[in-house]
């Protein structure tokens, strides 16, 4: 099974129709099952659209399974609910492990998914606007910093900076930056600002930034931010 997530956490960047579509057909020719993770397909920023997998390719739907939830793009984040799209005979073997696993959602939590989903969007195309000037904010800031190198996040609410210049360097205490985990314990012990080493997402040497917060709480971690890492030597 070939899982991919589009707009995608960590990095913000989204599969144009040109990269999916030879995606589908290696998946088609070797019969590869793929598992589109949807969450984020309202979060795209620009000229960037967000493409499904089976909407580009119908013919790919035997062996298509779209996962999405309501989490994000209408901010109902820790009440969990999500839903999925697939073939009915995966969907009864979904239910089956299901069942043995959790019995349903809160009954206010569903209400709330089928007035998210029916009602009007102007909420969430609100908070894309939003969201799309601190992802410029974020961007021009990292892009100042010295040292840091950063590619445009064209969807989601991240940017994933390259930070190994800093791998290496040393604190003002004498502790050596050996990984981006160590210069997020020290962004986190120094700036008081929290960020999440790329190690996790097999990318060492990045960092990932979430720009969904307050304005001047984001400035002010940026700024933070910059300022210890050019106290690195």
Known sequence: MLIMTSPSNPTGMVYTAAELKPLIEICKKHKIFMLSDEIYEYMVYGDTEFVSPVTLDPSIKPMALIANGLSKSFAMTGWRVGFAAAPKEIVKAMEVWQSQSLTHITSFVQYAAIEALDGSRDFVH??????NKQRQICLNALRDMSGVTCSEPHGAFYCFPNVSAFVGKTD?????????????TYLLTKAHVATVPGEGFGAPG?????????????????QRIAKALQNLK
């Open 172 to 184: 003002s205490d004498g502790n050596k930056m050996t990984s981006s985990q160590d210069i997020c």
């Open 126 to 131: 609100m908070m894309r606007d939003q969201l």
């Open 206 to 222: 990045f960092l990932r930034i979430s720009y969904a917060c307050d304005v001047q709480k984001l400035q002010t971690g940026l």
